[in-house]
Nanobody
Framework: QVQLEESGGGLVQPGGSLRLSCAASGSIFSFNFMGWYRQAPGKGRELVARITRSGSTNYADSVKGRFTVSRDIAKNTVSLQMNSLKLEDTAVYYC?????????????WGQGTQVTVSS
């Protein structure tokens, strides 16, 4: 069992920046994917960005060029740097750890952190 704890959410004006952090109680290197998802009111949860065990990253089209996902393997943390924030980035952001195709499959979620972009 791995626990994930997000931090860094808050209220920011359009065009501003925030940095989210996710602290894992176990090794993030044991997972194939460490990701950030978000869920806006009335919408489903969507992938924002993720980083693989090898260090590859991928992003939702809506955040490419604005968000950057990174990790610190020694500290078991994953971060999401969010720049040029837009109103539509408002959502609860969740950290996720997924073992991918490995058996047994492991998938864990954090409790979420609110990001509100508003003028």
């Amino acid at each position: 069992q791995v626990q994930l704890e997000e931090s860094g959410g808050g209220l920011v004006q359009p065009g501003g920046s925030l940095r989210l952090s996710c602290a894992a109680s176990g090794s993030i290197f044991s997972f194939n994917f460490m990701g950030w998802y978000r869920q806006a009111p009335g919408k489903g949860r969507e992938l924002v960005a993720r980083i693989t065990r090898s260090g590859s990253t991928n992003y939702a089209d809506s955040v490419k060029g604005r968000f950057t996902v990174s990790r610190d393997i020694a500290k078991n943390t994953v971060s999401l740097q969010m720049n040029s924030l837009k109103l539509e980035d408002t959502a609860v952001y969740y950290c996720n750890a997924d073992s991918g195709a490995e058996y047994p499959h492991r998938n864990y979620w954090g409790q979420g952190t609110q990001v509100t972009v508003s003028s």
